[in-house]
């Protein structure tokens, strides 16, 4: 029963994010505030652009993440296979949505597995709640979940927005540093935390550190927002509690600039750059704050249900506006961005210096040019 409530509720969650306004509202990722500066004289030909990167040891052709969506159910296998099969022809990485139904229900587990199938090459993320961590899953699940994909790391995502607007949310969230130290010390692949569209704090980063994960998935504020997908499924089961809550929290979070500019100055870790991306411009703006690869999940989601050559349509299209943004600030590589000068302006910049961070800093990158 309660793993075909699980499987019931990823049916309603690709339903509603294909069909319903699930965008976030008043909130915005704040890349709108950040602004490359033009190289009107590159020494660069746009052709010898180089989008590759190192992304924990396995070289991606261009720092893009299919950032988790689903699993666990017949629609959810097929596109999970069109979005595998996208990422092995265009070298990005990939993870798949939450292992739970899986590992609750093993018949389900095919949803996930065709991911490797499709892409034996592709660097692969498999994914398990800090809410079933929390509650009794360990060291046993985790495994379960990597050998299920045969995963290049593990990503344990945080939802306590999501959980506590949810009908049916798992809300103790007690022990989850704990255990993700214990998964930390236990398993020999990089361990990911990952939010889910409400962003990671500074504070949150170093807490995270120190529980020993190796990459911060930082799931922004300014995208898909899952307090506005639980609205719509609390509308469709007429619970007014529930409605009201997902309404009430539709845009709460750090917006994705904000919380990439805090977990990079606060820790050295790998930052992957999610929560309202949407634009090969928008990757290089990620890039240039500092993260070493940059998701996006829904518009995929909307690609893959067509089939995998849409996706791979959408993954070359944003690799092709990432290197002309790169070529237009005078660079020649990915590592390039970080080194050159950016601003940023309005509420982003203003919530920066109200937080402790000198936005005035990126603009200054080169500054001895100018001396």
């Known amino acids: ?55 924990f040891g396995h070289k991606l052709s261009s720092p893009i993440l299919i950032s988790a969506m689903t699993g666990g159910t017949r629609e959810a296998a097929k596109i999970n296979a069109s979005l595998a099969e996208a990422a092995e022809k265009t070298g990005v990485a990939m993870g798949v949505g939450s292992q739970r139904v899986a590992l609750e229900d093993p018949s389900k587990a095919y949803s996930f597995q065709i991911a490797r199938q499709k892409a034996p090459h592709a660097f692969l993320i498999a994914n398990l709640g800090c809410a079933q961590l929390a509650k009794d899953y360990g060291v046993n699940e985790a495994l379960k979940a990597v050998d299920m994909i045969e995963a290049d790391a593990l990503a344990l995502h945080l939802n306590p927005l999501h959980e506590a607007v949810q009908p049916e949310g798992q809300t103790d969230f007690r022990r989850v540093l704990k255990k993700i130290k214990e998964l930390s010390q236990s398993i020999d692949i990089p361990i990911i935390a990952k939010e889910t569209g409400a962003g990671i704090s500074a504070e949150t980063a170093l807490k995270l550190k120190e529980s020993g994960v190796r990459g911060i998935e930082i799931g922004g504020a300014g995208g898909t927002s899952w307090a506005a997908v639980e609205y719509h499924r609390a509308r469709k089961m007429k619970n007014i509690r529930h409605q009201r809550l997902g309404q009430a929290f539709w845009d709460w979070g750090i917006p994705t600039v904000v919380s990439l500019v805090e977990v990079r100055k606060a820790t050295d870790l790998t930052v992957i750059a999610t929560g309202g991306v949407r634009t090969g411009m928008d990757i290089a703006k990620t890039l240039a704050l500092g993260a070493q690869c940059s998701g996006i999940a829904r518009p995929f989601l909307k690609l893959a249900v067509k089939g995998s050559e849409r996706v791979v349509q959408e993954l070359n299209l944003l690799t092709a506006e990432l290197k002309i943004a790169i070529f237009l600030v005078g660079g020649k590589s990915v590592m390039d961005l970080a080194m050159k000068p950016l601003v940023v302006t309005g509420k982003t910049a203003e919530w920066l210096r109200v937080r402790g961070f000198n936005p005035e800093a990126y603009a200054k990158r080169g500054e001895a040019v100018r001396s």
């Open 1 to 55: 029963m309660v793993e075909e409530k699980t499987a019931e509720r990823k049916t309603d969650h690709i339903r509603i994010c294909l069909t319903e306004n699930v965008q976030a509202r008043t909130t915005t990722t704040g890349l709108e505030d950040v602004h490359l500066i033009h190289d009107a004289a590159p020494e660069a030909r746009l052709e010898d652009v180089d989008t590759a990167v190192q992304f």
